[in-house]
């Protein structure tokens, strides 16, 4: 199978400018061009780029569509396989990127910085009360969902110092992590730390994973953190653990919806940190996308298995 024609679809924009990709994927043998919603210009192409969902991508004749996303919840996959054509993510690329985005929470929180950034923003000097902040040295995180963005959350959790626990499907150990539990074991795994970082995607078996019994079972001082999609949390049941005392404080990068509505009550909490589904942003993302784009059309010309297949 050949690629000649290459479309990067303008809703990758969300991410970065089409433009930049194109530049990076200059030299790719594939004329590489920007597109829109219009049918005919994706029934130019053979493979689009993309960062949303389009019908258009399913009844155009392409071979292959490349998600910039690691989570493909939002594909319909079954309409892929029966249209034949390849869906692949972007999995492999965000460990650093929201590893730090995580150590950044933790740190925000532990070190009261997300209570003086709101405080400067009054001009008001008021210093913590003596026993309000802490270290993450020693401290406890239970890493729920142990693939790229749960390695990259557990390897810098550990090189500070932190306890780290994780679940994942199997109990199979993971490098970083010193005691890993099978997902039937995840309120024993969440009820000693005193920060629960989800990362797993969004699946029948993890809508709704994290609910009111899982808050119930974190301890009254532990924060929940999500990196994972907003509906692999119970967000009803998270704000009413937070109203009732019953966990200490989240912080959050992804919701139900998205944007976070105006009216919801998790803008206005002192414990809560809200970032707007950044915790992957950077300035080098388009260059690992070309990576990944690049391996993929060498494997598609030469008929080989390609990475991070999902349809
Ligand atoms: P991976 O496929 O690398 O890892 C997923 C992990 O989740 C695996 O360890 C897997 O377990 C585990 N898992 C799957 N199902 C369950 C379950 N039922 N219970 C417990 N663990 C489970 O994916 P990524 O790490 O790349 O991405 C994960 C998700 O994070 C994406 O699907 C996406 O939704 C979201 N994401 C969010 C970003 C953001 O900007 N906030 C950025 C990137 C991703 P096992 O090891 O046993 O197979
Ligand atoms: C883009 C975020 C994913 O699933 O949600 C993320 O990869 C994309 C900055």
Same mark, same amino acid.
């Given at each position: 199978m050949q690629i000649s024609h290459l479309g990067i679809h303008e809703s990758v924009g969300a991410v970065f400018p089409p433009e930049q990709l194109r530049e990076a994927l200059s030299s790719i043998d594939p004329n590489v061009v920007?597109?829109?919603?219009?049918?005919?210009?994706?029934?130019?192409?053979?493979?689009?780029?993309?960062?949303?969902?389009?019908?258009?991508?399913?009844?155009?004749?392409?071979?292959w569509v490349h998600s910039i996303q690691a989570g493909y919840d939002r594909f319909p996959l079954s309409a892929f396989?029966?249209?034949?054509?390849?869906?692949?993510?972007?999995?492999?690329?965000?460990?650093?990127?929201?590893?730090?985005?995580?150590l950044g929470m933790m740190l925000s929180i532990?070190?009261?910085?997300?209570?003086?950034?709101?405080?400067?923003?009054?001009?008001?000097?008021?210093?913590?009360?003596?026993?309000? +902040?802490?270290?993450?040295?020693?401290? +406890?995180?239970?890493?729920?969902?142990?693939?790229?963005?749960?390695?990259?959350i557990a390897k810098r959790a550990d090189a500070i110092g932190m306890h780290v626990t994780g679940v994942?499907?199997?109990?199979e150990s993971v490098p970083h992590v010193r005691e890993v539990y099978a997902n039937d074991d995840l309120h024993d795994a969440i009820?000693?730390?005193?920060?629960?970082?989800?990362?797993?995607?969004?699946? %029948?078996?993890?809508?709704?994973?994290?609910?009111?019994?899982?808050?119930?079972?974190?301890?009254?001082?532990?924060?929940?953190?999500?990196v994972a999609r907003?509906?692999?949390? %119970?967000?009803?049941?998270?704000?009413?653990?937070?109203?009732?005392a019953e966990i200490a404080g989240a912080?959050?990068?992804?919701?139900?919806? =998205?944007?976070? +509505? =105006?009216?919801? +009550?998790?803008?206005?909490?002192?414990?809560?940190?809200?970032?707007?589904?950044?915790?992957?942003?950077e300035i080098d993302y388009y260059n690992h996308i070309a990576e990944l784009v690049r391996e993929n059309v060498q494997h598609i010309d030469a008929d080989e298995e390609v990475t991070n297949r999902v349809v």
């Open positions: 920007v597109v829109g919603d219009g049918p005919a210009e994706i029934a130019e192409c053979d493979a689009v780029v993309t960062f949303a969902h389009r019908s258009a991508l399913l009844d155009s004749g392409l071979k396989e029966d249209a034949g054509i390849i869906l692949t993510n972007s999995t492999g690329i965000h460990g650093t990127s929201v590893g730090e985005s995580v532990s070190r009261r910085l997300h209570v003086f950034s709101r405080q400067q923003a009054d001009r008001e000097w008021n210093r913590p009360d003596w026993n309000e +902040p802490f270290t993450l040295q020693h401290e +406890p995180v239970c890493v729920v969902g142990l693939g790229t963005l749960g390695q990259g994942r499907r199997s109990a009820s000693e730390a005193r920060f629960v970082a989800l990362a797993t995607p969004l699946t %029948d078996a993890t809508e709704g994973l994290m609910g009111a019994a899982e808050f119930e079972a974190m301890r009254e001082d532990a924060y929940f953190i999500n907003g509906k692999c949390a %119970d967000q009803n049941a998270l704000i009413s653990a937070l109203e009732s912080a959050l990068d992804v919701f139900e919806e =998205e944007p976070l +509505p =105006e009216e919801s +009550p998790l803008w206005e909490m002192d414990e809560v940190v809200v970032t707007p589904h950044a915790a992957a942003a």
